[in-house]
């Protein structure tokens, strides 16, 4: 079970680092436009779904 779960989890870290990965490209390319806000906001928003998954993952195996 803890194993599925371990790898449940690292899926779902993977998933959110590619996800950063395609909006700070995102926000690379909005610099100096009227849409680097929001190009930055959601940046920060899927920095903050990696933290969550990270943290996840940590206290999945020191649980286990």
């Known amino acids: 079970m803890a194993s599925e779960e371990h790898d449940s989890a690292l899926q ?3 998933a959110a680092l590619v996800e ?9 390319a ?3 436009t ?3 806000l929001g190009a930055y906001v ?3 928003a899927a920095g ?3 933290a969550a998954r990270e943290g ?3 206290w999945i195996d020191h649980e286990s």
């Open 56 to 58: 996840w993952l940590n």
């Open 34 to 36: 009227s849409t680097e």
């Open 30 to 32: 909005a610099i100096g």
């Open 20 to 28: 950063q990965g395609r909006l700070r490209g995102r926000y690379d």
């Open 48 to 50: 903050d779904q990696v």
């Open 12 to 14: 779902r870290l993977d």
């Open 42 to 44: 959601r940046l920060r």
